[in-house]
């Protein structure tokens, strides 16, 4: 006897765009290891950060970089809880 050959078709989720412009999270080696880094898109940014890199401040509406340890001894929860708002120039030329 044949297959009933339905397709089953899956609920549609519309494209989310906003994280499309900000960028996607990714793993970066600097000479002190690994670092995620996720983009901010201006939109997004919504508080008052301090950059560690220059010491000034991420002001709301601001694109940016939050980074937190990749590679830390202490595990992914810990890592997290380290993670930092910088601005972009700062993130790239730290060493």
Sequence with gaps: MPRNRRHRREEHVPLDTERLRAGWR???????????????????????????????????????LVAWRADGILGAEDDLAGRRHWHRRCWEIRA
């Design 26 to 64: 990714r793993v970066v080696t600097k000479r002190d290891g690994q670092w995620h880094v996720q983009p901010i898109s201006g939109e997004r940014a919504v508080k008052v950060y301090t950059c560690p890199g220059c010491g000034g401040e991420v002001t709301p509406g601001t694109p940016h």
